[in-house]
């Protein structure tokens, strides 16, 4: 069974930093996709950055030269540097994964970890 776990999450002053971290663990032959959504209070959940097929980076507009995304592949974790966090950053972040298991590809969400940025 594939599991993501997020950590990192918490309450920033508008301009602050924060990075979340997720690690995914279990029988995992190779992750296609894997990467970060945002869902804002009463919003759809959103891309904000992942990494997809031949290690490309996608980034969502809104968060362009602010937030990094980042991996380490020996530990299936993938980090988000968020820089200069705006009120509208606010919402819970959710990790998401597509792997390759036993049986074939899998998608996973983690539980999601909050984000609170005040003005």
């Known amino acids: 069974q594939v599991q993501l776990v997020e950590s990192g999450g918490g309450l920033v002053q508008a301009g602050g930093s924060l990075r979340l971290s997720c690690v995914a663990s279990g029988i995992i032959f190779k992750i296609n996709t894997m990467g970060w959504y945002h869902q804002a209070p009463g919003k759809r959940r959103e891309l904000v950055a992942n990494?997809?097929?031949?290690?490309?980076?996608n980034y969502a507009d809104s968060v362009k030269g602010r937030f990094t995304i980042s991996r380490d592949n020996a530990q299936n974790t993938v980090y988000l540097q968020m820089n200069s966090l705006k009120p509208e950053d606010t919402g819970v972040y959710y990790c998401n994964a597509n792997v390759r298991t036993f049986g074939g590809a899998l998608d996973r969400w983690g539980q999601g970890t909050q984000v609170t940025v005040s003005s």
């Open positions: 990494f997809s097929g031949n290690s490309l980076t």
